[in-house]
């Protein structure tokens, strides 16, 4: 059982929990993932890792809720237990490059921040990209503008910052002969396929996407995580999540992500309804 010793709900949807793991908290970094179950009976599911304190013990994981476990996980409240933490999982971000930058999009943002601080604390130049729906979405605003040399937020409506998608301001940079050594994204599939296509226009020498697809045990044997990746499969439990974004195939990649949109909906639909008879009665 593991300790919730913070929960900070950021908006209706996007919620961050600082869990009690110091064995966890030892060995993680930048761009690995834990998988939790919030309690007995529940999903297991793979977020993440947000941050991590080594002194305090703690792993932070902040995410969206976009079906029944997430769902669920959000009722744990501090001081109370996720019934299973495991981790850290994945090969970590490769930190080099002397001029990087750093694009996240929606809850993709929470992952990119703490590759862009490893960045920073390693003494590199950081431009990072953070992209939200609105104004409402925003998080790790001020966090993002101490981890970077230079930070960009935009929003699809103009609500803040430049108006439109991640991929205008990055283009602009390029346009403007900024020279990356390494484009990472973090983010919704198709956003990290356009940003591939940017720094492939530009010739940027590496673009890197963190991949999170459909994943069950998270150790590379039920091959749900799998991935084409220059022409070969790859799982992003062992592989990945960090890989090559020039030889993805991002379209077979959104295909797999929907398979199963019709029935996470129906299990949201049905925890949402017995949790609130549980309330009425």
Excluded at 107 to 119: E, M, N, Q, R, T
Excluded at 218 to 233: A, N
């Amino acid at each position: 059982m593991f300790k919730i010793v913070r929960k900070k709900v950021f908006n209706p949807t996007e919620t961050l929990l600082e869990i009690e793991a110091p064995l966890i908290a030892k060995k993680a970094h930048p761009g690995q993932f834990i998988i939790v179950r919030a309690f007995e009976d529940s999903e297991r599911i793979p977020l993440t890792i947000g941050g991590y304190d080594r002194e305090k013990g703690t792993v932070t994981i902040i995410f969206q809720i976009v079906g029944a476990s997430t769902f669920k996980l959000n009722q744990l409240e501090e001081g109370d237990y996720a019934h299973d933490f495991v981790g850290p999982l994945g090969e970590p971000t490769d930190i080099s490059g002397e001029n990087v930058c750093v694009v996240g999009g929606g809850l993709g943002v929470a992952i990119a921040y703490p590759i862009a601080k490893a960045f920073h604390d390693a003494g590199k130049k950081v431009t990072s990209i953070a992209g939200f729906r609105n104004k409402d979405l925003v998080i790790l605003e001020d966090e993002f503008k101490s981890a970077s040399d230079k930070f960009i937020i935009c929003s699809d409506d103009g609500s803040i910052g430049t108006k439109g998608v991640v991929t205008l301001p990055l283009e602009e940079l390029l346009k403007s002969g900024e020279k990356f050594d390494k484009v990472i994204s973090i983010g919704p599939v198709i956003m990290m396929k356009f940003v591939t296509e940017v720094c492939k226009k530009y010739n940027v020498p590496q673009c890197v996407c963190s991949m999170n697809p459909i994943m069950i045990d998270g150790t590379g044997m039920c091959g749900c995580c799998r991935l084409t990746v220059g022409g070969k499969t790859k799982f992003a439990c062992v592989d990945g999540p960090d890989f090559n974004a020039y030889e993805v195939d991002f379209d077979e990649a959104m295909q797999r992500g929907t398979m199963y949109k019709a029935f996470e909906k129906k299990a949201y639909d049905e925890v949402k309804c017995n949790l609130f008879k549980k309330e009425v009665k």
